[in-house]
């Protein structure tokens, strides 16, 4: 079993930045895979970003390149998700996701990909 633990989040103004954390404790193999997954109220789960283990290869969605930085930290199984110039858009509540493999490309962006999952955490992003 993986547990996960987010923090930061919170209410951003547009052109804001916000950073979240994510923390993976239990039996987590040297191959993973993190992941950050964000829902808005009445629309679907959607892929952010992710990174893999070994190699620490990062993968993002078209929405947020350029604004979204996701980093980690292998041996913390840390992961963190860098948010610069927030829109009134990437308002959802965030998830960590986490994988015990290293996934393939193909497989970063599905959510049913993972196996575990932390609670979310919101961020809003409003004038």
């Known amino acids: 079993q993986v547990q996960l633990v987010e923090s930061g989040g919170g209410l951003a103004r547009p052109g804001d930045s916000l950073r979240i954390s994510c923390a993976a404790s239990?039996?987590?193999?040297?191959?993973?895979?993190m992941g950050w997954f964000r829902q808005a109220p009445g629309k679907e789960r959607e892929f952010v970003a992710a990174?893999?283990?070994?190699?620490?290869?990062?993968h993002y969605a078209d929405a947020v390149k350029g604004r979204f930085t996701i980093s980690g930290d292998r041996y913390k199984n840390t992961a963190f998700l860098q948010m610069d110039s927030l829109k009134p858009e990437d308002t959802a509540v965030y998830y960590c996701?986490?994988?015990?493999?290293?996934?393939?490309?193909?497989?970063?962006?599905?959510?049913?990909?993972?196996?575990?999952w932390g609670r979310g955490t919101q961020v809003t992003v409003s004038s």
């Open positions: 996701a986490f994988d015990n493999s290293r996934l393939i490309l193909s497989s970063l962006g599905g959510g049913d990909n993972y196996d575990y």
């Open positions: 239990g039996r987590t193999n040297n191959k993973y895979t």
């Open positions: 990174i893999r283990w070994n190699g620490g290869d990062i």
